[in-house]
Structures are given as C-alpha cells and as structure tokens.
Nanobody, 123 residues
C-alpha cells in the first residue's frame, strides 16, 4: 500500500515557476513508477510527466517538454515536478500517481493517487 500527498501548488503569474512535491508512505516506494497528471473541470485527467523506479527514464507530454522536470529522491520517498515558464493553460489540479513497476503514461496503469494540489497561473 502506498499513500501519496501532494504539496507546493499555488497562484503564480505567467512565466513564473513552482515546484510540486509528492510525499509517499509505504515501503514499496522504491519499487514504484511515479507520474504527475493534471485535471481541469469537465475534462479527463491528463498525463503530464512520469519517471521510472530509479529515475533514469522520464517521459513528458509534449506541451510541457523543456519547461517541466520530474525527479525523485527515493531516500526521501518523494517525487518532484519543477515547473518553469508557466502558462495560463497549465492551470489545473495536479495529482501524483504511483504504480508497481516501471514508467508508464497511461492513467489506468496507476494504482495509487494523491488528493491533488491546485496550480493557478494568471496572465
């Protein structure tokens, strides 16, 4: 069992930066692929970024490549999402997910989810 708690969201102006954190509990964190997703009202939760169990492999949705960076610290049971050059269209609730095994981009492959953290980017 893995429990996840996101933090770091907030209100920022366009062009600004935020760093989201996802703290995980459970002894299986080091065995989990991790991902960040986001959701806006009335829309499906969409993939943002993913990272493999030990961090050598990452993947990003095209709209955030070059602006967002996913990383993890297994010693701290935490995964991060550094978001730079934020745009109003990045406004959403951001969720982290965990799955057994390696990297994945499909939402249905994630077993555990946090409660989400709101990111609002003003123009």
């Amino acid at each position: 069992q893995v429990q996840l708690a996101e933090s770091g969201g907030g209100l920022v102006q366009a062009g600004g930066s935020l760093r989201l954190s996802c703290a995980a509990s459970g002894r299986t964190f080091g065995m989990n692929g991790m991902g960040w997703y986001r959701q806006t009202p009335g829309k499906e939760r969409e993939f943002v970024a993913a990272i493999s169990v030990n961090g050598p492999s990452t993947d990003y949705t095209p709209s955030v490549k070059g602006r967002f960076t996913i990383s993890r610290d297994n010693a701290k049971n935490t995964v991060y999402l550094q978001m730079n050059s934020l745009k109003p269209e990045d406004t959403a609730v951001y969720y982290c997910g965990a799955k057994i095994g390696g990297i994945a981009t499909e939402k249905r492959q994630y077993t555990y989810w946090g409660q989400g953290t709101q990111v609002t980017v003003s123009s």
